[in-house]
């Protein structure tokens, strides 16, 4: 499995930003998708993630009413929508995905990354 994110980008605080991450390989193995971030100096958190059917999603408390995560399984794309953008969202993004091997076994894989920065 392949992951590519796209969509990064500098907004002013306030603003908008849509980043996309597009799956190919062994994309019908993919369960769950998520979006995590790493801040200089800081360790990599959890931002969102979305089940197989996107039926399920989890946020973040930081970024809960403001972000919304969503995937296009036609697409093998996942998205997130990024409202009311603050500075402190200021990271790099990473999209993840889990490939179900087995009953209960699982692989894990990490994009190279986007660049969002807010300025205020």
């Known amino acids: 499995v392949q992951l590519v994110e796209s969509g990064g980008g500098l907004v002013q605080a306030g603003g908008s930003l849509t980043l996309s991450c597009a799956a190919s390989?062994?994309?019908?193995?993919?369960?769950?998708m998520g979006w995590y971030r790493q801040a200089p100096g800081n360790q990599r958190e959890l931002v969102a993630t979305i089940t197989s059917g996107g039926d399920n999603t989890n946020y973040a408390d930081s970024v809960k009413g403001r972000f919304t995560v969503s995937r296009n399984n036609a697409k093998n794309t996942m998205y997130l929508q990024m409202n009311s953008l603050k500075p402190e969202d200021t990271a790099v993004y990473y999209c993840n995905a889990q490939e179900t091997i087995a009953s209960g076994t699982y692989l894990y894989y990490w994009g190279q990354g986007t660049q969002v920065t807010v300025s205020s």
């Open positions: 390989g062994s994309t019908f193995s993919i369960s769950a």
